[in-house]
């Protein structure tokens, strides 16, 4: 079964799934060495803006657009040297994230394959 991106907010029982994989996410890159100096000390408004976006992406509110404007990922980005292991890191917490809630399979890959395009997305040095 396919299942379209714009279904995902709804199938996964809405904003706070995404709070909760945020969550788990930013837990990871809180000890992280390769990602950590890249976010400001507090995490709280990083943490309030991906879930605010992943929402938005994935099918709910519009929120972060009607706070943010347009999401303009790469510019908001461009500022932090991101590389093979940066992007590679960054998978590694929100794969587990992701893996920690336990969707049916077909949830977990959409959401995966949005990450893995996206994070090589981001990738803006060679290193």
Known sequence: MEVDARTVYAAVGG??????IV????????????LRAMYPEDLADSRRH???FLQQYFGG?????EERGHPRLRMRHFPF?????????WMRHMRAAVEAE???AEIEQVL????DRAATF??????
């Open 81 to 89: 040297a991101i590389g093979q292991a940066e992007r590679d890191a």
């Open 112 to 115: 995966l394959d949005y990450f």
């Open 15 to 20: 904003g706070e799934t995404f709070d909760r």
């Open 50 to 52: 991906l879930s605010l």
């Open 61 to 65: 509110p519009s929120t972060y657009s």
């Open 102 to 104: 336990r969707f049916p």
């Open 122 to 127: 981001m990738m803006n040095r060679e290193r």
């Open 23 to 34: 969550a788990h996410f930013y837990e990871g890159v809180a000890e992280d060495a390769v």
